[in-house]
């Protein structure tokens, strides 16, 4: 019995969440505020521990996330609306919007594969250079998706897309689930599951390897230019899919909800979980959308707390909540109840 | 499976051919018209004072520059503009003056990511977690550990090389380059920083991974004792020229070696 428990337990314990939350927001129960700031957690999860994977594992310093973001929202955006709503530019729907409901998880995934493509910006810079002149680079990426998306009339330019609700609604009406809750949760999954695993297989380790001494790892057989491509561009694509993601749950998007504030955002919330940790950057992205809404009614004022909290975090606990370690090492009877492959 | 004996056929290609090489940085000349011919199961050294270009060979033939000039010929195969994880699936492992491991990962994963160019899965493989990935990688965590015991470090497999004394942190390096399964071991100054204990120590682990391993040795060494005993065969640069190449005691004797190293009478 033990075993098949430890084997199962994390399936079932995210079932038992997944089927919980679900469940709430079918019956109403839970108020609506509640369950946007709910998917919203979501959403930071797949950023932070996205971001994590190249600020803590690989090392490098990317302060550029929310342009991968943007592409891959606008790209399941104006892909979800062309297929399957009537919109005053691209005239009828393509498809039937009785097939959103199945397309929706690929719509979000070319999202994330187009911000994947677009991840080749830093990637490319990456190989000569590193630490500081890659930031730089990371900003100035960021800022050439948006400056680009600004000065696009068809899609809206800096006044933004909207018409997402339009497909949103289109599944519900399809078959009558909280969609969005059930979508964000799916994904925030699938996103740590391909995470761990990418970090705990030795061809991941090389990006380990990479931070902690480039020189030996590409000495060591490391072929490291790939190992960053890749990196790279799973970090962004997974922006990607959280930006795809975001632009449905709120139904509007605009650039200017992209620029460097947000990427410093899950900044924060990449290091006041801990560099290198996943379950770190889970439970920080938690922790952070939580404090963000707990202090709504300090107003502009939020903006003052939160980093003031960052300081008082790099004072007295510069290494992050979890600093380079999973809960499993911090609580390694854990271990004995669930298994990760 | 590591261990080969050294009965295998000897080829007839030299492990290792360089050819005439020449490397410029800028207006300097770090190492000028440089050939060597290292064959097979051979255990060879490079000496001269600081400075004089010999870890630039060892970045050249590892292939982290490309000569200016000359050519670099590894198992019959040139070098030119190979990416040195390349140079090192042609069969050469080194070692750095200053220890490079990586220091957040434990001994053993130092072994396993090691192996990195010879994983026969990719990332969509490590992702899906394929039959293919998991034979890979319990391979690779065997052969690790057969190592680590071999050289008897196994017991500090999960540790991490930080918490490992000075002299087995050296050791530690050699194995991982090891690990590669190389035909061409360098060595750069592997003595660097040990005590004379740990130095008897070395120059036994080198001639016992000689011994045992099929692999051509060449190394950088300032300890004179250590080189004696060592190598067959002292190749001596100053200021990137070759200025004196033979057996230990026609080296230390050499005028110019000792003009090189302890200056010109005349003042």
């Known amino acids: 019995m033990k075993p098949i428990l430890q084997r199962y337990s994390v399936h079932m314990l995210l079932v038992l969440v997944g089927g919980i939350v679900t469940y709430l927001a079918y019956e109403e129960a839970i108020g609506l505020y509640t369950l946007s700031v709910l998917m919203f957690m979501g959403v930071n999860i797949i950023l932070s521990t996205s971001l994590n994977l190249v600020n803590g594992n690989m090392g490098e310093f990317s302060c550029g996330h929310a342009g991968f973001m943007c592409v891959g929202a606008y790209v399941s955006s104006i892909l979800g609306v062309l297929l399957f709503s009537k919109d005053k530019v691209f005239g009828a729907p393509l498809l039937d919007p009785s097939l959103a409901l199945y397309c929706f998880p690929l719509i979000i995934l070319a999202g994330g594969l187009v911000a994947a493509v677009a991840g080749l910006l830093v990637a490319l810079p990456s190989y000569k250079t590193r630490g500081d002149y890659l930031a730089i680079i990371t900003i100035a990426a960021n800022y050439i998706i948006i400056s680009l998306i600004e000065n696009l009339g068809v899609i809206g330019g800096s006044r933004g897309f909207m018409g997402m609700k339009k497909v949103v609604n289109a599944m519900n009406d399809t078959v009558d689930l909280p969609w969005m809750v059930i979508w964000v949760f799916l994904f925030t999954v699938f996103t740590v599951w391909i995470l761990r695993r990418y970090n705990s297989s030795t061809f991941g380790k090389g990006v380990s390897a990479i931070c902690q001494d480039e020189v030996a790892a590409e000495i060591m057989s490391v072929n490291t230019n790939k190992m960053k491509t890749i990196t790279f561009m799973l970090s962004s694509g997974l922006a990607g899919v959280a930006g795809g993601l975001f632009a449905y749950i709120i139904g509007y998007v605009n650039p200017g909800s992209f620029n460097i504030l947000k990427s410093t955002e899950v900044l924060v919330m990449v290091y006041l979980g801990g560099m290198a940790s996943l379950s770190g950057a889970v439970m920080s992205a938690m922790l952070f959308t939580v404090l963000l809404e707990l202090l709504r009614p300090l107003q502009i004022i939020k903006w003052v707390v939160i980093p003031l909290l960052l300081i008082i975090v790099m004072q007295f606990r510069p290494e992050g909540i979890m600093g380079n370690r999973e809960l499993s090492d911090i609580f390694p009877k854990l271990k004995r109840f669930y298994r990760f492959k | ?267």
């Open chain 2, 1 to 267: 499976m590591i261990m080969q004996t050294q009965n295998t056929t000897t080829p007839s290609a030299p492990v290792l051919e360089i050819n005439k090489m020449t490397q410029r940085f800028g207006g300097l000349t770090a190492v000028s018209d440089f050939s060597v011919t290292l064959g097979h199961n051979e255990i060879a050294g490079l000496i001269g004072p600081n400075g004089a270009g010999k870890t630039t060979v060892f970045n050249l033939v590892s292939g982290f520059y490309q000569p200016t000039e000359g050519k670099i010929i590894i198992n019959g195969q040139p070098t030119a503009k190979l990416k040195p994880h390349k140079v090192t699936a042609l069969g050469v492992a080194r070692t750095f003056q200053n220890i490079r491991l990586w220091n957040q990962m434990s001994v053993l994963d130092n072994i396993r990511v090691a192996q990195h160019g010879k994983l026969d899965y990719g990332f969509l493989q490590a992702i899906l977690r394929s039959k293919n990935y998991f034979k890979c990688e319990e391979r690779i965590e065997e052969e690790a550990r057969e190592l680590l015991k071999v050289f008897d470090l196994d017991k500090y497999a999960d540790e991490l090389p930080t918490n490992l004394p000075y002299g087995l942190q050296r050791k530690l390096e050699i194995v991982r380059a090891l690990s590669e399964k190389p035909k061409l071991l360098l060595l750069d100054e592997p003595a660097a920083g040990l005590n004379s204990v740990d130095i008897q120590e070395l120059i036994r682990l080198v001639r016992w991974i000689h011994e045992t391993f099929d692999v051509t040795i060449w190394m950088i060494e300032h300890h004179m004792d250590v080189m004696m005993q060592l190598c067959t065969d002292i190749k001596v640069i100053d200021f990137g020229q070759t200025i004196a190449e033979g057996t230990a005691e026609h080296v230390r004797n050499h005028p110019a070696v000792i003009t090189a190293y302890l200056g010109d009478d005349n003042i």
